[in-house]
């Protein structure tokens, strides 16, 4: 049993979570992830490990309510405990001086590059950090970012805070900007915007690493679940990555097997809500 530490709501449906871990806490390195399944029988959720105090023993995990796996977890409060974190799982992130580097977010994903970012800045590089939501409202951990980062930008979609439109509007005015050129980009949120930045990047020629977050199931390279295409080869997530080469991933397949139980998923989150009360729409009884 791992003890729940701390379980803030930082935004709509997101949770911070400080969990006792102290093994993992030791031994983890920016990029790498957990396991987590709360009680005997639920599904198994991978969750980056976004940071770790090795003297308290504990890691910080976010947590987004997207499925009733998920809305379970973000409703177990402090004091309560997650049954199994399997971890440190994944590859580290690839942390070298590149120079100039730009790091992407995009909503939920934000809280994934935070380590990344902290880490690059820490190898002595130039770290320009985009971050983007659809609203600010769903902008997390901007203070952190602004603190480990060289420059931060912050988009909105309505304009509510930064500037407005998606983060690939300020990557575009960096990448056209000679001085400004990095050698290296990350990204870390959605398919379609990783896939974009991939675009651009591509025909610039300038290095950029995905951080991908398939379907996961055993996180031990076995079951499969996590497959992508990178290139022509077939690659597992847990083990392989998480992060790859951004010109060499299907983004298109890899959409395609995120989506393929979205509406098991909708049913049970659904169920998940009506169970716990947080819901004002009618519940259906299974
Ligand atoms: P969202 O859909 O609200 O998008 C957040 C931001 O991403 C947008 O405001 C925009 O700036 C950018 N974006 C989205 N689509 C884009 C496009 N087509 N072109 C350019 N930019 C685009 O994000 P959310 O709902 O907070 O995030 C949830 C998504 O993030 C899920 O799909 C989840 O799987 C993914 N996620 C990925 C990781 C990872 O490791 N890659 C980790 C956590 C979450
Ligand atoms: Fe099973 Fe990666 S999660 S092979």
């Excluded at 499925?67 to 973000?74: D, E, L, Y």
């Excluded at 120079?99 to 770290?127: K, M, Q, S, Y």
């Excluded at 080469?245 to 009506?274: P, W």
Aim: with cysteine.
């Amino acid at each position: 049993m791992f003890k729940i530490i701390s379980n803030d709501n930082i935004s709509e449906n997101l949770h911070k979570m400080v969990v006792l871990a102290p093994r993992i806490a030791r031994s983890r390195k920016p990029g790498q992830f957990v396991i987590v399944r709360l009680t005997e029988g639920e599904e198994r959720i991978p969750l980056t490990i976004s940071d770790a105090d090795p003297e308290a023993g504990t890691i910080t995990l976010f947590v987004q309510a997207a499925g009733a796996s998920t809305r379970n977890i973000v409703s177990t409060e402090a004091g309560g405990s997650i049954r199994d974190v399997a971890g440190p799982l994944g590859n580290p992130s690839r942390i070298i001086f590149w120079g100039r580097v730009i790091c992407v977010g995009g909503g939920v994903g934000t809280a994934v590059l935070l380590p990344l970012a902290r880490a690059l800045r820490e190898a002595g590089n130039d770290v320009t950090t985009i971050i983007g939501a659809r609203s600010s409202r769903h902008i997390i951990l901007s203070d952190e970012l602004k603190r480990i980062s060289n420059a931060l930008i912050v988009t909105t979609e309505d304009g509510s805070l930064g500037t407005k439109g998606f983060v690939t509007t300020p990557l575009a005015n960096l990448l056209a900007d000679p001085e400004h050129v990095p050698q290296a980009v990350f990204a870390v949120g959605p398919v379609p915007m990783m896939k974009a930045i991939a675009e651009m990047t591509r025909i610039k020629a300038i290095e950029t690493i995905a951080s991908l977050n398939p379907i996961m199931i055993d996180g031990t390279g076995m079951c499969g679940g996590c497959r992508v295409m990178i290139g022509e080869e077939i690659r597992f997530a847990c083990v392989d990555g998480p992060e790859f080469n951004a010109h060499l991933v299907d983004f298109d397949g890899l959409s395609d097997r995120m989506s393929s139980y979205r509406a098991e998923e909708t049913l049970n989150f659904k169920a998940a809500e009506c169970k716990i009360g947080l819901t004002t729409k009618p519940c259906v009884k299974s």
